[in-house]
């Protein structure tokens, strides 16, 4: 490859299961949950998207580590939340290779993880997480 050409690792969908219904101890203010796995590359991302009913800000946190290196957390990866060509939200990891952040967008999201200058990843999370108004 070129090395002037950007490096898009391709995404591979693990894992992906809602989670609805009352608040939990655990978790009072969330009623619907998404959980979300994926292989890109040599790294594991989990997502984790939330709603609740009383806030309108949805929340999408996340762990990037190196699935080949004994999950070795992988910090100070740029992340960034987009929604219909728009960039809604962008932090960090940190040292433990976790991310967290909020938006307002009901739409359609993907998440862009930007590895180095060159190499990076969108992950399709498609319409992301509904709010249940029971």
Not at 14 to 30: K, M, Q, T, W, Y
Not at 56 to 62: D, F, H, I, P
Request: charged share 25%; aromatic share 8%; hydrophobic share 35%.
């Amino acid at each position: 490859m070129d090395a002037d050409c950007d490096e898009s690792l391709i995404p591979v969908p693990l894992f992906d299961i809602f989670l609805h219904g009352s608040a939990s101890e655990a978790c009072p203010r969330v009623n619907v949950v998404r959980y979300l796995i994926w292989q890109v590359g040599p790294f594991q991302i989990d997502i984790r998207i939330e709603s609740n009913n009383q806030s309108e800000l949805y929340k999408v946190a996340g762990l990037v580590v190196h699935a080949r290196e004994s999950s070795e957390p992988q910090c100070d990866i740029t992340v960034s939340l987009f929604g219909e060509c728009q960039e809604l939200a962008r932090t960090r990891t940190d040292l433990h290779g976790e991310f967290s952040m909020e938006h307002s967008h009901s739409g359609k999201l993907h998440v862009r993880l930007a590895f180095s200058e060159e190499i990076y990843a969108s992950v399709d999370v498609g319409e992301g997480v509904y709010r249940d108004r029971r």
